[in-house]
Antibody
Framework: EVQLVESGGGLVKPGESLRLSCGPSGFTLSSYSMNWVRQAPGRGLEWVSSISSSSSYIYYADSVKGRFTISRDNAKNSLYLQMNSLRAEDTAVYYC??????????????WGQGTLVTVSS | DIVMTQSPDSLAVSLGERATINCKSSQSVLYSSNNENYLTWYQQKPGQPPKLLIYWASTRESGVPDRFSGSGSGTDFTLTINSLQAEDVAVYYCQQYYNLPYTFGQGTKLQIK
């Protein structure tokens, strides 16, 4: 069974940093592109970032470009999102989501349960 | 960016009836070289992550009941849920993957009348 488990969320102050992790199971991480998608409380979905299976292709939403860094360690079967210079508008549930291919297709066939990031002073 | 606009924002349908949700993109998401529409539909139940229902505008994901169907091409798309069941209460989102950034519609909340 495919599962994605996010961790690392929490309460931070504006300007601080946080690192999210995603640990998949039930499939070989190295074969798939992976993504982060967020959802502010009571709001819709916003794509944040994508990384191809070999890390050759990396993409970011303009809202996080220069502040967030997506990475993966296929040997450790893990996906990461380093979030720096956090702002109140980054407050959201962050989902790890699998793309069905090695190079990004752009849609997401499996999602984790999400981890909540709250940015507040 | 491609703007995705769903209608209605919410709707209430009786059990056993048909629900129809529309999604319009600000530009075509039909890729001429492969004649595919880069459009998906997701279902999100309260307290849960989204679940993939439909991709390539009309291909049902494995395990999704056949009462869910997707149609449309270019800029106008429809998600149809036939014979509505109580477990279909959710927010439904369309998403385009034709261009970066990938963008979602604002969501349509489906309730039972």
């Amino acid at each position: 069974e495919v599962q994605l488990v996010e961790s690392g969320g929490g309460l931070v102050k504006p300007g601080e940093s946080l690192r999210l992790s995603c640990g998949p199971s039930g499939f070989t991480l190295s074969s798939y592109s992976m993504n982060w998608v967020r959802q502010a409380p009571g709001r819709g979905l916003e794509w944040v970032s994508s990384i191809s299976s070999s890390s050759s292709y990396i993409y970011y939403a303009d809202s996080v470009k220069g502040r967030f860094t997506i990475s993966r360690d296929n040997a450790k079967n893990s996906l990461y999102l380093q979030m720096n210079s956090l702002r109140a508008e980054d407050t959201a549930v962050y989902y790890c989501a699998r793309d069905p291919a090695g190079d990004p297709q752009g849609y997401f066939d499996y999602w984790g349960q999400g981890t909540l990031v709250t940015v507040s002073s | 960016d491609i703007v995705m606009t769903q209608s209605p924002d919410s709707l209430a349908v009786s059990l056993g009836e048909r629900a129809t949700i529309n999604c319009k993109s600000s530009q075509s998401v039909l890729y001429s070289s492969n004649n595919e529409n880069y459009l998906t539909w997701y279902q999100q139940k309260p307290g849960q992550p989204p679940k993939l229902l439909i991709y390539w505008a009309s291909t049902r994901e494995s395990g999704v009941p056949d009462r869910f169907s997707g149609s449309g091409s270019g800029t106008d798309f429809t998600l149809t849920i036939n014979s509505l069941q109580a477990e279909d209460v959710a927010v439904y989102y369309c998403q385009q993957y034709y261009n970066l950034p990938y963008t979602f519609g604002q969501g349509t909340k489906l309730q039972i009348k």
